[in-house]
């Protein structure tokens, strides 16, 4: 009946925990089997759904963008604003892009789509 520290070195059981409690350091989890996502919103709040393979909800459209990088330039911006093209509840798909970049040798080009 003293008041010296005690030392477990038994394996470690699972406990019980009444009230609120915390966790510290890293603690490891892993999927296991098959996931189920699932969306809960309300009937209110709809998730926007867009059927873009029915030709009837796309535009057919074509255009070309020109950029010339100067001597000892750095970047060049290209942009198109294609709103004007699109008529309400009409969207545009991407159906075929294409880039040519001349460059003296040594240099890299870098295109980006976005």
């Given at each position: 009946a003293g008041s010296a520290p005690v030392m477990v070195t038994n394996t470690p059981l699972p406990v019980?925990?009444?009230?609120?409690?915390?966790?510290s350091?890293?603690?490891n989890a892993a999927?296991?089997?098959?996931w189920n996502v699932g969306?809960?919103?309300?009937?209110?709040?709809?998730?926007?759904?867009?059927?873009?393979?029915?030709?009837?909800r796309?535009?057919?459209?074509?255009?070309?963008?020109?950029?010339?990088?100067?001597?000892?330039?750095?970047?060049?911006?290209g942009t198109l604003d294609l709103s004007a093209a699109l008529p309400s509840g009409k969207g545009f798909v991407i159906e075929h892009l294409s880039a040519q970049v001349v460059m003296p040798t040594?240099?890299?080009a870098l295109l980006f789509v976005g």
């Open positions: 019980s925990l009444t009230g609120t409690g915390s966790i350091g890293n603690v999927q296991s089997g098959a969306i809960n919103n309300a009937g209110t709040s709809p998730v926007p759904v867009r059927d873009m393979d029915n030709a009837a796309r535009v057919s459209f074509q255009t070309s963008l020109f950029a010339l990088l100067p001597n000892g330039g750095a970047t060049v911006d040594g240099q890299k």
